[in-house]
């Protein structure tokens, strides 16, 4: 009976260990963590919060840091990219967190927020790098606010200059190369002395790029919050800089004979298509809208050359600049070549950048993904296009 009752204790102890194993492992699977070293903080608070759609700012977990500086908190794991922070008092360390488990932090109180390291997540790499560009632009502007030899306009025009300098870079170097990156979101996000650096409502150039983003957003993540937030304030944007009319207003020609800059939009599954994916072959960049007159017609033009040279080495990438993204799906539905939506038309930098001042304009582009001309320096397109293949 000793015995029995023995084994019937052991039996239970079993299970209930295995239990809470299995438990373990269930609730490991659903939670992220966060573990490294803040060393100079001895006794310091480590706070990891989480940040809101709203700007508000929620606890997850506190942690009491020893003389070594060590740490570990966990967190639920999020379905999609969102972002959280490591604070001590008015320092701290911007993260993101989507499907990573573990990321490491290294870091000194002294130089929390512009000077550690992180790993097991890239895009908090990313993030780490835009803050600090942000503290230097920061520390800048305030070096320009309060040097007295200055005007007060001429101080106002140089921090202009300084927080346009800094968006350019961000546009072309962060954001262009990976749209719907999380370190893409924060960017549009950041702020200097209380304000939005990107003005994502009433700056047209701004404009694009969340109009970029949220597109991105919406293919990789189109139930997220955070998505359908993004894409409100792109919408809110366009239709307040939105122009009625399809010229530009551009005096120099930005675009050189040779190379071209590249570019991405997406088609009509919502997939990035990037032009420089085509070096091979010899394309027709195609700048249209489909609801511009004579639009179906040259568009028949298009696909006979498509039909002729297509197996040579043809290929068509046509942006499209129409403000409504259901008619465009529904001109381009049936075209057999790359077919690509601009969602804010002639606001969209690339259009300045290759100087479309009106649409239809098309250019050629060789095997090489040189820009070789464009229809008001070259002849009849066959022609070109014949000497190409």
Same mark, same amino acid.
């Given at each position: 009976m000793y015995l029995c009752t023995r084994m019937k204790k052991k039996t239970f102890l079993f299970c209930l260990l295995l239990s809470a194993l299995l438990s373990a &492992?269930?609730?490991?699977? $659903?939670?992220?963590?966060?573990?490294? @070293?803040?060393?100079?903080?001895?006794?310091?608070?480590?706070?990891?919060?989480?940040? $809101?759609?709203?700007?508000? +700012?929620?606890?997850?977990?506190?942690?009491?840091?020893?003389?070594?500086?060590t740490f570990e908190l966990k967190g639920l794991r999020p379905s999609n990219p969102e972002f959280y922070r490591l604070r001590i008092a008015d320092r701290f360390i911007n993260l993101c967190i989507d499907s990573t488990e573990t990321i490491e932090v290294e870091a000194s109180y002294k130089t929390l927020g512009t000077d550690y390291t992180v790993k097991g997540c890239?895009? &908090?790499?990313?993030?780490?790098?835009?803050?600090?560009?942000? #503290?230097?632009?920061?520390? *800048?502007?305030?070096?320009?606010?309060?040097?007295?030899?200055?005007?007060?306009?001429?101080?106002?025009?140089?921090?202009?200059?300084?927080?346009?300098?800094?968006?350019?870079?961000? *546009? !072309?170097?962060?954001? %262009?190369?990976?749209?719907?990156?999380?370190?893409? =979101?924060?960017?549009?996000?950041?702020?200097? $002395?209380?304000?939005?650096?990107?003005? /994502?409502e009433n700056d047209r150039s701004d404009v694009t790029w969340t109009l970029a983003v949220a597109n991105a957003w919406e293919a990789a993540w189109p139930q997220a919050a955070r998505t359908q937030a993004l894409i409100e304030t792109a919408q809110k944007g366009r239709a307040k800089t939105h122009r009625p009319v399809l010229k530009l207003d551009i005096d120099d020609d930005k675009i050189k004979q040779t190379g071209i800059i590249d570019m991405g939009f997406p088609d009509i599954n919502g997939q990035e298509r990037r032009i420089s994916s085509l070096k091979g072959q010899v394309v027709?960049?195609?700048?249209?809208? =489909?609801?511009?007159?004579?639009?179906?017609?040259?568009?028949?033009?298009? !696909?006979?050359?498509?039909?002729?040279?297509?197996?040579?080495?043809?290929?068509?990438?046509? +942006?499209?600049?129409?403000?409504?993204?259901? =008619?465009?799906?529904?001109? @381009?539905?049936?075209?057999? #070549?790359? &077919?690509? #939506?601009?969602?804010?038309?002639?606001? %969209?930098?690339? /259009?300045?950048?290759? %100087?479309?001042?009106?649409?239809p304009t098309w250019m050629l582009v060789d095997r090489d993904n040189n820009l070789v001309g464009r229809q008001e320096l070259l002849g009849d397109i066959e022609t070109e296009i014949l000497k190409l293949l």
């Open positions: &492992c269930r609730d490991s699977g $659903n939670k992220f963590t966060v573990r490294g @070293c803040i060393t100079e903080a001895k006794d310091s608070t480590l706070v990891l919060e989480h940040l $809101n759609i709203d700007g508000s +700012v929620e606890k997850i977990q506190t942690a009491k840091l020893d003389e070594r500086g890239g895009p &908090c790499d990313t993030i780490r790098i835009l803050s600090l560009k942000l #503290w230097q632009l920061d520390s *800048k502007t305030d070096s320009i606010a309060l040097d007295r030899s200055l005007t007060l306009r001429q101080r106002d025009d140089s921090i202009h200059a300084e927080i346009l300098r800094y968006k350019d870079e961000v *546009k !072309r170097k962060f954001i %262009n190369q990976h749209y719907g990156s999380p370190s893409s =979101y924060f960017a549009l996000f950041q702020t200097i $002395n209380g304000a939005r650096v990107f003005d /994502m027709i960049l195609d700048f249209t809208a =489909y609801g511009i007159e004579g639009s179906a017609q040259r568009n028949l033009e298009l !696909r006979s050359l498509y039909n002729k040279y297509h197996e040579q080495g043809l290929e068509i990438y046509q +942006v499209a600049i129409d403000p409504n993204e259901h =008619y465009w799906k529904t001109a @381009c539905r049936q075209l057999p #070549w790359v &077919c690509v #939506w601009n969602p804010n038309g002639q606001l %969209n930098d690339i /259009m300045a950048i290759y %100087n479309v001042q009106q649409v």
